[in-house]
């Protein structure tokens, strides 16, 4: 299974990921992303890898 995260030292709260990924991310009350859901799925794959490529800080990452 493949894990998400967000690194907080790069996120800066753009949003993106919450609104490509609902399921997998969420905003802190800080205003920073946070992962909801860490464990991928393949059905939502192409949202992830949407939500990574569209991060500006690269903050999300993938991994196997």
């Known amino acids: 299974m493949r894990r998400v995260t967000i690194d907080p030292a790069k996120c800066q709260g753009h949003g993106r990921c919450v609104i490509i990924a ?4 969420d905003i802190d009350d800080s205003g920073f992303g946070v992962v909801l859901t860490d464990e991928v799925t393949d059905a939502d794959r192409a949202d992830i890898d949407e939500a990574i490529l569209s991060c500006p800080e690269s903050a999300i990452a993938l991994s196997d």
């Open 22 to 25: 609902p399921k997998y991310f």
